[in-house]
């Protein structure tokens, strides 16, 4: 089916190793993002892309790197991942309209 | 600086009972005020984009509407599956151009008892 899949669902990782999250997204969509979601905090940017090769920095991008060599994979890559890095974390994508289109998540605990 | 906020933060209603939840923002040039729902353990799901004051949109039990400094989404007769949480969210145009960068509101967990 078409549409945007994160991967994993669910991550456990200990503090200082590094863990990527994937996303594949169906549609083709230019536009590429990283948010994370915690309590009292909603939905904040991390990194987004507006086409392959091209990501810039969100609100929230520090300890995160991300790349994008084809138009439909987005990598999410915590260099040396710290308990504040857990989260849940959510890709998006946005094609010509003005609305993006979210995964279903994954929640990453660092312990 | 942009701001998203929304109230309550959590609202219960006995099904039937029609409700609003609220959306106020600032933002030196929106461009969009998006719904979106989301069910525990998933992504939030696009509902609406309203784009300029007075716009409405409507779908099944849901009515959104813009004015100038806020939204509102109107729950008419609301059965126990429009249980989630509400979120809003504008695009800023002097923000991020094309690509549209988002900024959230906390949302509104809506609980309907049957």
């Known amino acids: 089916d078409a549409g945007i899949t994160q991967s994993p669902r669910y991550k456990i990782t200990e503090t200082g190793r590094q863990v990527t999250l994937m996303c594949h997204q169906t549609w083709s969509h230019s536009y590429m993002f990283w948010y994370r979601q915690d309590l009292g905090h909603g939905l904040r940017l991390i990194y987004y892309s507006a086409a392959a090769d091209i990501t810039d920095k969100g609100e929230v991008p520090d300890g995160y790197v991300v790349s994008r060599s084809k138009t439909e994979n987005f990598p999410l890559t915590l260099e040396s991942a710290t308990r504040s890095q857990t989260s849940v974390y959510f890709c998006?994508?946005?094609?010509?309209?003005?609305?993006?289109?979210f995964g279903q998540g994954t929640r990453l605990t660092v312990v | 600086e942009d701001q998203v906020t929304q109230s309550p933060e959590a609202l219960r209603l006995q099904e039937g009972e029609s409700s609003s939840l609220n959306c106020s923002y600032t933002?030196?040039?929106?461009?969009?005020l998006f719904w979106y729902r989301q069910d525990p353990g998933k992504g939030p799901e696009f509902l609406f984009t309203?784009?300029?004051a007075g716009e409405e949109k409507e779908k099944e039990r849901l009515k959104a509407t813009l004015t100038k400094k806020e939204s509102f989404l109107h729950i008419t007769a609301p059965k126990p599956e429009d249980s989630a949480t509400y979120l809003c969210a504008v695009g800023n145009m002097n923000y991020g151009g094309a690509t549209n960068k988002l900024i959230f509101g906390t949302g509104t967990l809506l609980a309907v008892q049957p």
């Open positions: 998006a994508s946005k094609g010509r309209g003005l609305e993006a289109f």
């Open positions: 309203l784009y300029s």
């Open positions: 933002v030196s040039g929106l461009r969009g």
